[in-house]
């Protein structure tokens, strides 16, 4: 299936669990991730943002309700590298608060957590 | 003025990771004014359907914020250029927050990037600023933390994944 958005991240992740207010999802950063080559040529890390990218993107896959949009990133904090195979594991908790949702998230390699992120949401755009 | 070939000696980044295309104006130690222009021949437009909206066309939020990130390495790195990230200091995001997105970017708008320096201590460097189209705010960037970090940390990470070191 085509992409909603324009996107840098190829993969996409599989829905592993998904409460009302929580998610648990599953990707893969595969070596052939077309941002390999230029971050950075002859040592491929795969970019903080993009990891920041594969959570906004599951968050919208385990959305509490439709046509939220990215309004804010509240804070994130890089704490690993993540490198071309690895298999990252995104943990989500959605809280509804001050009339916005908002979505906690970890993601992990098998090294232990990359990083964690804190993102505001608004609402009323079409899906 | 930095032209993209002086901005490649700065920085590693390169196709199609490499999201800045021109500094305007550059105070060492205090500020920075750079632009990029966005194209619909990037190539996170590739696989969208043929009749994508233009909200579909929407530049990923995510690469503004990274696009905003290089031009403040620039700026951080500017004194000491190293454009070979498996060598010297290299520079790493440990922190981005309170990143506010106003109006969607859209093909065709050049993006231009105020870095501000908030504070230095001896291996990180705090920066602030927004981004700007046609003189509207598009991104508000409340706080960067960027530390350098000997490259051989990295190597080692990526060599000994059983010890993680802090990087983005």
């Known amino acids: 299936m085509p992409p909603r958005q ?13 409460g009302p207010d929580r998610g648990t999802t599953r990707v893969t950063v595969d ?3 077309q941002v ?7 040592f491929p890390i795969f970019p903080g943002v993009c990891v920041v990218e594969h959570i906004h993107l599951s968050a919208l896959a385990t959305a509490p309700e439709p046509g939220l949009r990215m309004e804010a ?10 490198f071309p195979g690895d298999r990252l594991a995104i943990d989500l908790t959605w809280e509804r608060k001050g009339g916005k949702w908002r979505c906690k998230a970890v993601a992990a390699t098998a090294r232990g957590d990359s990083a964690k992120v804190r993102i505001r949401f608004s609402e009323g755009h079409d899906q | 003025m930095i032209d993209i070939s002086g901005i490649k000696r700065v920085l590693p980044h390169r196709y199609p990771m490499l999201l800045v295309d021109r500094v305007d104006e550059l105070v060492p130690g205090e500020s920075l004014t750079a632009r990029k222009a966005v194209t619909a021949n990037e190539p996170w437009y590739r696989d969208l359907p043929a009749d994508a909206t233009d909200e579909q066309h929407s530049y990923p939020s995510v690469l503004l914020i990274e696009s905003w990130c290089q031009a403040a390495g620039v700026l951080a790195a500017w004194k000491n250029p190293n454009p070979d990230v498996l060598a010297g200091q290299v520079m790493l995001f440990g922190s981005i927050s309170d ?3 106003h109006r969607p970017v859209l093909p065709g708008d050049v993006l231009e990037h105020r870095v501000r320096l908030f504070r230095e ?3 990180t ?6 981004a700007l189209v046609d003189g509207e705010t598009v991104l508000e960037v409340g706080r960067v933390v960027m530390a350098m970090r000997p490259a051989s940390e990295l ?14």
């Open chain 1, 6 to 18: 324009a996107t840098p991240v190829q993969g996409t992740a599989e829905i592993v669990e998904r």
């Open chain 1, 31 to 33: 070596a052939g991730e």
């Open chain 1, 36 to 42: 390999f080559p230029g971050h950075y040529p002859g």
């Open chain 1, 73 to 82: 990133i509240e804070s994130t904090r890089f704490l690993s590298p993540v």
């Open chain 2, 99 to 101: 990143v506010v997105f």
């Open chain 2, 121 to 123: 201590l001896s291996d």
């Open chain 2, 125 to 130: 460097v705090i920066f602030e600023g927004e």
């Open chain 2, 155 to 168: 190597l080692e990470a990526a060599n000994h994944p059983e010890d993680p070191a802090g990087t983005a």
